[in-house]
Each structure stands twice: as structure tokens, then as C-alpha cells.
């Protein structure tokens, strides 16, 4: 079985280059609490026994952009791994039944009222974002989604405005489940 | 590893219920022919050894049906599996980067372009269709999706019109690889 190349594998354990700062289930169940995060493409770590917990999502084509919304978004999108983005916050969410159930317009008007958009090309470019797809994978994962955010020191204030402005939206009304852990990267503390 | 409820497995080799009538590349790589393809929910079938081939693919919440499409639709969808239903079509297929790399609205303007809608709908109740999605699978799938359509032989004719206006549609032009297997029941040949 060849992994898919957009595949990535989220470890938690006591190994991996993130270290963990701060752990807070915000919504629902929590994840057992670990000191350390690997985060790598495809399945490496999995079968590693120090992990407390393995989440996988893929990167895949966007859902809601409009293309006037790519034409702003990409010339200012940062990419992850940048040399100075020294934190990172990883967000595995789950939304409800009833997100799933209403039909693309219903969830793209959601996104519209939330100024899902507007509210982050303000964070651009000190925010990198990755978001991955759980939902559809061949095994059940616990959460439909991880959303990865890297920066540097400087810009945590600009992170802290962004997740609060999404956290107070009418999207975040249909979330059933979310983690947060505030990582830092070890190269940095050792 | 707990499999996604809304996976399902199409192993083809010699055993399974459904019995090759026919088989077409129509565009791109063929798959080595085979005489039956099972059918089934979770992984079961992918460990044996007499398979040729094994597709996966998990269904989804819809991508581009609209609230008012929706309203149409639902009456009318049938299930798959019922009892007269001795014909089906699997037709496996990918679509090219170029497609991917579209937003949302660029997508959908391409299905509204294509009647995708009005011509799916004419084909209500007759044709059952479910379909699964492969291309954000954990392993690398050699198709992005596979529609599986289920029917009575008496309405052949129907799906016969509803494949070729799919197929002559703009929305096809991004396909670049699709596979065509005619089906029958094997409790109708035996």
C-alpha cells in the first residue's frame, strides 16, 4: 500500500520536534496529555509504543474558497516549516451531524456570516495553516479535522485574535469536539 | 484500527456477487479484467488471494448539491440493494489536476454548466447511485472516485442516456482516466 502524498501523522508521546507548552480540551473528550508531538508525512511513528496517541489527516483541494478569495489568499499564504515559525498550535476538531447533513450553499453561507475569510487573510502572512481531512479516511478517526498553525514568537498575538475571532463565530457553533495543544519547537529549547 | 463506517471495498477476481457481463476502459489505464467483483462494506475481501484488484472508497456529505437541488432529490433517490435492482454499473474514475486545482465556484459553475443536476434527476427513481470517494484515502488510490449505479434491467435504456449526457458534458473533459464494469446479480444467472 503506497500512503497517499498529502498524508500526514500527528504523534503524541515523549518524542517528536514539538515540545508540548499547554494541552486544553476545549469541547469534549481530551486526549490523553503527552509531552512531545511528531508531526511527519505519511505514517512514520505509528508503530512507535512511547506514543500515547496516533491522529492522521490529508491535505486535499479547497472546499469554500471562491476564487476572488484565492486570488487575495495566495500571494500572501506562508508557507509551514518557515525557520522563525517556532510555535505551533494544533487544533483537531469534530463537527456535529447536523453540519454534515445541510448541503455545500447552507455551509458556505455559515462561512460567509462567520467572515471566516476576513478573519483570516488578517492573520496573513504571520500565521502559516495547514488544514487536514480526517473524516473520510478508510479508519475511524476521532476528530474531522486537524488544523495545524505555525509562527513566529512575535506573532502570537496575532494568533491569539484569529482562533478567538473563530471560536466566536456562528461555525464554531456546529463543533462538537475540540483539543488544542500549544507546542513549541525543540530545537529552540535545547 | 476501527474502519470508517461509510467505507466500502470492490474486490475484483473470481468470486464475488456481482458477475462481469462487460468491461471497458474508456479512458486512460485499464484494470486486468476480471469475472466477479464483491461488493462490500469495511475491508472484508481485500486478503484474498484470488482478487485482481481492490478499490476503496468512503461515501460523503454532498460537494455541490444545493438546498434547493436537495429538495428535488430526496423523494426521489432510491436505495441501493433493492431486490430488482439485477443490474449495476461501477465506474471508477479520476479527474485531472487542472480540476483539483479549481475553487469551490469555479467546480460548481461546471456542474450547473453540465445539467449535471437536471440530467441526474431525469434518471430518478429508476437509477440508484451511490457514490465513494478515494482520493483522500490514507493510501494512495489509482481513482479519485467510483460511482456505483444500481437498476432493473427494464431500465437500461434510462442509464444508458444518463452515462452518455455525462459523458458528453464539459464536467467530463477533466477526467482523465475512467474505467466502465457492467454488472449482474449472480443469484439472477444462477
Redesign the interface.
Known amino acids: ?7 500526514y501523522s500527528f504523534v503524541g508521546g515523549s518524542s517528536g520536534l514539538w515540545k508540548v507548552i499547554e494541552e486544553r480540551a476545549i469541547l469534549g473528550d481530551p486526549l490523553p496529555q503527552v509531552t512531545n508531538v511528531a508531526i511527519r508525512p505519511g ?1 512514520a511513528g505509528d508503530a512507535d509504543n512511547q506514543s500515547a496517541w496516533s491522529l ?1 489527516g ?1 491535505t ?8 476572488s ?2 486570488a487575495e489568499l495566495a500571494p500572501l499564504e506562508p508557507p509551514i516549516g518557515r525557520d522563525d515559525a517556532t510555535l505551533a498550535v494544533m487544533i483537531p476538531l469534530r463537527k456535529d451531524d447536523s453540519w ?2 445541510k ?4 455551509r ?1 453561507e455559515i462561512f460567509a456570516r462567520s467572515a471566516h475569510h476576513e478573519n483570516g487573510i488578517k492573520a496573513l502572512p504571520a500565521i502559516a495553516r495547514r488544514l487536514h ?1 480526517c ?6 478517526e476521532p476528530f474531522d479535522f486537524i488544523t495545524l498553525f505555525e509562527f513566529a514568537p512575535e506573532s502570537l498575538s496575532v494568533f491569539e485574535t484569529l482562533i478567538a475571532e473563530l471560536r466566536d463565530s456562528e461555525e464554531w457553533q456546529y463543533i462538537d469536539r475540540e483539543y488544542e495543544l500549544r507546542l513549541e519547537r525543540v530545537d529552540v529549547l535545547y
Open positions: 500500500m503506497i500512503p497517499n502524498s498529502r498524508l505514517t492522521h490529508v486535499s483541494n479547497t472546499r469554500y474558497v471562491t476564487q478569495e484565492k454534515w447533513a448541503t455545500q450553499d447552507e458556505r481531512h473524516r473520510d479516511l478508510a479508519t475511524k
